[in-house]
């Protein structure tokens, strides 16, 4: 997430921090979700290295939150504007971590709630990282704060990032095809390398996927429309990291997000701004259905689909009235989860359509379609 200055202050980040804290996470559809106390009540919040720290209206008033005198114009994932006041709070702690003068805005983020199927109530941005290494271990599902770093292996990459100002978002530099291209490092984006469309253009072959469908949401705006995916040599700092997954995307910006992430030890320096890839020889894969469900005005429907001849029959927009043997005509919050822990847990799916088709699919790495 994106954010413009028009007028304002600094503010501090002190965390009140004792040695290494371990923090474990949930990792949810390419997110990482986290538990933060507010008060003494435990909250779940996105770990997003891509946004300012977001709180969810809905607590607004909790937080002893004081008004800061300033206002950012953000610039979401689908390069839709909007203004938002920035509060500050000494209320967050992450396990054994406190906070102090935190920014932040409220936004309303209920949309997460279904995807996710549990309450989330804030995103955990970029600069509450500040001045601390953010060790995020895939495998383990844990993030370890520290002040130090793991010993590099010659297999190890360090790169220097850059930051947004106020934001501490980083970014990086990648080069793709030859082409070099300032990258956001986002663990708030679910994707392996995203490129928006003009430098998606620069290295695009005539060898792809296609999704079509709901593409991207964010706090303010929906993407809809069709998304191309391919394989492409990628390298950074000059370490050559072989074929990795590149899509096109509606977002306004270039992003580096967990699909790529998650074959790497990641080490995010946010004292001497590096991120250290330590490589767990890992090949990328992407494991699908190659269909996507949401709620919609109480039905389950086809928001997302994969361009392949098994799917020809199948439409974006179709109603949803079977999962295995879930009855979906009339779908609600538990309904929904049930499905997605089916669809998650599951190597095989049956499912039926309000037309009666059936379509009887088996997950399987989608970037075996590729030549």
């Not at 800061?68 to 396990?95: P, R």
């Not at 003068?101 to 996710?116: E, G, P, Q, T, V």
């Not at 029959?313 to 295995?324: A, P, R, T």
């Amino acid at each position: 997430m994106k954010y413009k200055n028009l007028y304002a202050f600094a503010f501090l980040i002190f965390p009140l921090f004792v040695s290494a804290v371990t923090i474990p996470f949930d990792y949810i559809d390419g997110k990482i979700i986290i538990n933060v106390d507010i008060k003494n009540k435990k909250h779940n919040f996105v770990f997003d290295t891509g946004a300012l720290t977001i709180i969810s209206n809905e607590l607004q008033g909790s937080l002893n939150e004081n008004k800061a005198n300033i206002i950012f114009e953000a610039t979401d994932a689908n390069n839709s504007k909007s203004k938002m006041d920035v509060f500050s709070t000494d209320e967050l702690k992450v396990a054994d971590l406190k906070f102090k003068n935190i920014n932040f805005s409220f936004a309303d983020i209920s949309w997460m709630n279904s995807r996710a199927c549990k309450k989330i109530s804030g995103i955990f941005g970029a600069n509450m990282m500040n001045n601390k290494v953010w060790r995020i271990d895939f495998i383990a599902k844990t993030i370890v704060v520290s002040d130090k770093l793991l010993e590099d292996s010659v297999q190890s990459v360090s790169i220097p990032f850059s930051e947004e100002y106020f934001t501490h978002v980083p970014t990086i530099s990648v080069k793709i095809k030859k082409h070099n291209f300032n990258m956001f490092f986002d663990t708030g984006a679910g994707s392996g390398f995203s490129l928006d469309p003009k430098s998606y253009q620069l290295v695009k072959d005539d060898d792809f996927l296609i999704f079509e469908g709901l593409l991207s949401q964010s706090l303010s705006s929906v993407s809809k429309g069709e998304r191309q995916l391919d394989m492409m040599n990628a390298e950074i700092r000059n370490k050559f990291l072989g074929k990795q997954i590149v899509d096109s995307s509606t977002d306004s910006r270039n992003l580096i997000g967990t699909k790529f992430m998650e074959n790497f030890l990641v080490e995010l320096d946010f004292i001497s701004k590096n991120i250290i890839l330590h490589n767990l020889n890992k090949t990328p894969d992407y494991n699908s259905f190659g269909v996507a469900f949401a709620p919609v005005d109480d039905h389950l429907i086809v928001v997302n689909k994969l361009k392949i001849p098994q799917l020809s029959e199948l439409n974006v927009g179709d109603k949803i009235l079977k999962v295995n043997n879930i009855i979906t005509d009339k779908i609600n919050g538990d309904t929904f989860c049930q499905v997605k822990k089916v669809i998650d847990d599951s190597q095989m799916i049956t499912f039926q359509t309000e037309s009666g088709k059936e379509f009887k699919l088996e997950k399987k790495n989608i970037l075996e379609y590729l030549n």
